[in-house]
């Protein structure tokens, strides 16, 4: 039986355009490699915009997200290699998000998908019972019955900003652009919310590894 993904650190990129071939084979051949020998870190996969920025995005799911206050984590965090010393003062634009999964809605395909879309936001306090519910009850199980759409998973930060994210699992990066999506994402409910979200942030990505 799989191992529950109840956490989630994403990482949001750009890189100096001259180190882009060797921040990815960084990247593909020692870096994510390393954090999945961290006990706790249980998938790791690259994403690079379709649509929106940054341009690159790691998602690594987590049995919990206190793995990464955990020795094995600490560890690679501070005691980097030779090449990460290299590579990652090239970073640029970084946004780093700890998450805790709080729903989850659809079946994941047998592969990974080949697009993502996710969708970051805020909401003001007074608004989080209603928001939600809205996104539970109404917005992702819409969105998920759009043709091509797998499953969502929604996540609240533990640490970075903004609070909320939502993760779409998609067969083709055109789906938030056809007359279905339209459609699935304009319900009475979710016009009633939609002036209380703040700071939206949304990228639709293209797996690039594994």
Wanted: contains cysteine; hydrophobic residues 40%.
């Amino acid at each position: 039986m799989a191992t529950q993904a109840n956490g989630l650190l994403a990482v949001w990129t750009d890189v100096a355009p001259e180190a882009e071939r060797e921040f990815n084979e960084w990247y593909n051949k020692e870096h994510i490699a390393q954090l999945l020998g961290v006990p706790g870190f249980l998938s790791g996969r690259r994403y690079q915009a379709v649509e929106g920025e940054p341009k690159y995005l790691a998602l690594y799911e987590l049995t919990d997200v206190s793995v990464l206050k955990s020795d094995a984590f600490r560890q690679v965090r501070e005691s980097p290699t030779e090449w990460s010393k290299k590579i990652i003062p090239l970073f640029r634009n970084t946004t780093i998000g700890m998450y805790q999964q709080l729903f989850s809605h659809g079946a994941r395909p047998a592969q990974d998908a080949e697009f993502i879309l996710n969708v970051r936001l805020n909401i003001p306090m007074d608004k989080e019972k209603d928001f939600n519910e809205w996104y539970n009850i109404d917005h992702v199980p819409a969105l998920v019955g759009v043709p091509g759409v797998y499953c969502a998973r929604r996540y609240m930060a533990v640490e970075g900003d903004p609070k909320y994210l939502a993760v779409y699992e998609m067969n083709d990066a055109r789906i938030p652009k056809t007359p279905e999506w339209d459609k699935a994402r304009n319900s009475e409910w979710t016009l009633r919310i939609r002036p209380h979200l703040k700071d939206p942030k949304a990228i639709v990505s293209r797996r690039i590894y594994p």
